[in-house]
């Protein structure tokens, strides 16, 4: 009866040892992942300059070098309340109130790619 038990015993164990080692399952192949691309983005402003001042709205344009996909522009009024939103324009000019006698204004070029390239700030 002994002899039976322990048979019984070591062959489930061998069972068991065989079985745990052929279900090896492959490991997935690792799909390499190719890194974006790195440019120098050469979009950049310049001569940003007031077109317009009626007393309520200034326009400001300036001009763009390299290769501009588009800009946005900031800042602040001088006497800082409210400040001037930031906001995404395709143009190179923009029309914002005039308040509180002028501001400062921040002006930046954007390539394609996301990447910011240079940037002005224009005081009015």
């Not at 709205?57 to 006497?79: A, E, F, L, P, R």
Request: net charge positive.
């Amino acid at each position: 009866m002994k002899k039976s038990i322990l048979a019984t015993l070591l062959a489930g164990l061998i069972l068991v040892g065989i079985y745990s080692f052929t279900i090896v399952r492959p490991t997935p192949k690792k799909v390499a992942v190719k890194p974006k691309q790195a440019f120098a983005c050469t979009a950049g402003v310049t001569g940003a300059h007031v077109i317009s001042n009626d007393g309520w709205n200034v326009t400001i344009g300036w001009s763009g070098t390299g290769t501009v996909h588009h800009y946005d522009y900031g800042g602040y009024y001088k006497c800082s309340v409210p400040s001037i939103n930031t906001t995404v324009t395709y143009g190179n000019q923009v029309t914002i109130p005039y308040q509180c006698g002028g501001g400062t204004l921040v002006i930046r070029a954007y390539c394609g790619d996301g990447s910011l390239g240079g940037y002005q700030t224009f005081v009015f």
